[in-house]
């Protein structure tokens, strides 16, 4: 069923693609001329100190041999186009509106006064001794300071990195070490729905063995005593505090990498995804104003947090491209109550409010009321993204939040591809629940046999996309060996997803969920092999396989089998504080069967196709399993079976 887009959502629409015919033209030309098209947007959106004549330089047939590239002879400086540019025009709007764990606890800080805190911290990091080029590690809860932390070190050239606040100190230390840091950027305590984030304890538990780091910035969040190392650590207020308000930007190539983003993949650890400063920034900004179909007045709101892909491109880079006033949300949707983001649309007069479907399950599980005694009707857009939406919890999204009037952008992309890839354009495109539509003018996405082949018309398959695009992952960092293994070797000569997707006959893209060894956990993405790698550790295991299963408010949940080392006995709870302690808070294991064996061939290989069915409790549907080195083993993991 199709939902046509309300006719408020429709009128007075700021992006030019305001209807569907608009959007077949704009994506027509984009794959006409890519060159052409991207630049007339680079021009018009982005700030450039020396403005690009090149567009695309390499191709997905030449990534072998290096990073392709956007806009080669351009130069800039990101920020600029973030902030000073809008000083003359906006420098009294509200850039970022901060809510914080506490209900009412709001700063506003206006686009001049963002400005002049990221020239301060700039400067301070610039005296820290952080140079053009070098690494600087941002660990910190949702407080203005994180972006502003992210702004200066993209002023001053530097590339950052944001850990999320959950990972642990082995995480940490892992990306510290992995691109080299100089410095980390941290903060005392982080609060989360009153709890307390022991983020400097942790810093300082990953530093030990991490010889690149020689400072240690920490913003004080609250009055909670921290450790301290003299000579090491910086107060926040004392070294931007005291800082000049006054910092001329210089300007770099498009190509200068702006940031390092960890992401999990199917095997090893995650990697460092490089993203560089003109083609991401385009990137951001356009989908940033299209999809949501921005507007002067619109109070943004992104409730993601700053250490994911989601935090960087529609928090910080592409609302503030935009002059946009945005949101940072710094509780959790549950505090004091399952009513907060209502709330906070209410009192903030929200008018674009972009969520994960966890949140959104979950949320809808507490009823009605909490969002009935809340005046929403600012709201005109209402964005997802992370994960499949399940049909039920779009209606709920649709009809309960929404009340008809809002349309429903179902945003599908992946740290690698830098920003939204497939999705509705607000005034312009009629949804349906499930499916995130059609792609963005550039993005030419394709379904593809296992073998390769190009599936034409409606049909399922493996998810690639067949041209470059400005905003995509250049490579991983160190290793653009790795970048080109995992995303261009699967499929020849395309980018591919890892997601699998239906496209009906309307041209609609229905993504069917990850194909490969990746979960997906309540929008987090996580992989089977650090999963693994966490429970092996512990002594008395042996092996252990993990894979996902339907988890109706989670999306998945994480399954473990475990096989103990002969005559051990495996203590459950251990398994999970592995996880916990190597990977971090949101690492949890739901199910955990301790088996005698894994189903394997004959030459080793685990047999995870039929590891997944049974804990999707298809237990009965495993087909032949004779070619099994044990066939004995999968008869009594099936009867053992937690579903
Ligand atoms: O499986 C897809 C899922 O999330 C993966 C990317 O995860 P990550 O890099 O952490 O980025 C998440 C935020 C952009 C994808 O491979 N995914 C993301 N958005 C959607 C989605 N699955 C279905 N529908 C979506 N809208």
């Not at 077949?24 to 690009?52: C, I, M, N, Y």
């Not at 972009?354 to 964005?383: C, E, N």
């Not at 087909?623 to 044990?630: N, P, Q, R």
Request: with cysteine.
């Amino acid at each position: 069923m199709k939902y046509e887009v309300p006719a408020r959502v429709r009128e007075s629409a700021a992006t030019p693609i305001r209807d569907l015919d608009r959007y077949r033209e704009a994506a027509a030309q984009a794959v006409h001329d890519p060159d052409g098209f991207w630049l007339d947007v680079t021009r018009a959106r982005v700030a450039w100190s020396k403005e690009p004549t090149e567009g695309l330089v390499g191709g997905f047939d030449t990534i072998k041999r290096g990073p392709l590239s956007w806009f080669g002879d351009g130069e800039l400086n990101v920020t600029v186009s973030c902030l000073d540019r809008h000083l003359a025009s906006r420098g009294d709007k509200v850039a970022i509106l901060w809510e914080g764990d506490e209900p009412g606890d709001v700063r506003k800080i206006t686009y001049r006064e963002l400005h002049a805190e990221v020239c301060k911290a700039a400067n301070a990091l610039t005296e820290l001794g952080l140079k053009r080029g070098e690494r600087a590690i941002i660990y910190m809860g949702m407080v203005p300071e994180a972006a502003i932390a992210m702004l200066a070190c993209a002023r001053i050239g530097a590339v950052h990195s944001v850990v999320f606040g959950g990972f642990s100190a082995e995480a940490l230390r892992d990306r510290i070490r992995d691109c080299g840091a100089e410095i980390v950027i941290t903060q005392d305590v982080g609060l989360r729905g009153s709890k307390h984030i022991p983020l400097k304890r942790t810093t300082d538990e990953a530093l030990e063995g991490s010889p690149s780091v020689k400072k240690v910035l920490v913003y004080k969040r609250s009055d909670v005593e921290v450790p301290w190392n003299e000579g090491r650590d910086v107060w926040w207020h004392d070294a931007v505090g005291g800082a000049s308000a006054e910092h001329e930007p210089h300007a770099f190539e498009a190509e200068h990498p702006l940031f390092v983003l960890y992401t999990s993949g199917s095997t090893g650890r995650p990697k460092g995804v490089v993203h560089t400063s003109g083609g991401y920034l385009t990137y951001t900004s356009y989908t940033h104003a299209t999809v949501f179909d921005l507007r002067e007045d619109d109070v943004y709101a992104c409730v993601a947090d700053v250490g994911w892909i989601t935090g960087h491109s529609y928090i910080v880079y592409g609302p503030l491209a935009n002059g946009a006033t945005t949101l940072m949300f710094e509780s959790i949707p549950t505090y004091p109550d399952a009513g907060r983001y209502w709330d906070m649309v209410e009192r903030h007069k929200i008018t674009i409010f972009y969520t994960a479907p966890t949140a959104i399950r979950a949320l809808a599980a507490q009823g009605d009321a909490h969002v009935d005694k809340r005046d929403l009707s600012s709201l005109r857009v209402l964005g997802t993204v992370g994960e499949p939406i399940n049909p039920e919890a779009w209606e709920w999204y649709y009809d309960v939040v929404g009340k008809g009037r809002c349309n429903i952008v179902d945003t599908w992309w992946q740290t690698e591809t830098g920003g939204i890839a497939i999705s509705p354009i607000a005034p312009a495109t009629p949804t349906a629940p499930g499916s995130a539509t059609l792609p963005m003018p550039g993005i030419q996405p394709s379904l593809r046999t296992p073998e390769g082949a190009v599936i034409r018309g409606p049909g399922q398959g493996l998810l690639c996309i067949d041209h470059p695009w400005p905003g995509q992952a250049r490579t991983v960092w160190g290793d653009h060996d790795r970048f080109v293994a995992t995303y261009f070797s699967t499929i020849e000569g395309a980018y591919f997803t890892g997601d699998g997707c239906r496209r009906d006959a309307d041209g609609y893209h229905w993504i069917t969920g990850r194909v490969d060894d990746v979960l997906n956990v309540s929008g987090h993405r996580m992989g089977t092999a650090e999963f693994e790698a966490a429970i092996v550790s512990v002594d008395s295991v042996a092996e252990a396989a993990v894979v996902g299963y339907p988890h109706d408010l989670k999306g998945q949940g994480v399954y473990a089998y475990v096989v103990a080392q002969e005559g051990e006995t495996v203590d459950l709870t251990e398994l999970n504080q592995a996880c916990r302690s190597q990977i971090g808070a949101h690492a949890k294991l739901d199910k955990i069967q301790v088996v005698p064996g894994l189903p394997k061939t004959r030459s080793g290989k685990v047999m995870r196709r039929i590891l997944r069915k049974i804990a999707e409790g298809r237990g009965d549907e495993l087909g032949d399993t004779s070619t099994l080195a044990d066939p004995g083993v999968v008869d009594v993991i099936r009867e053992g079976a937690l579903v």
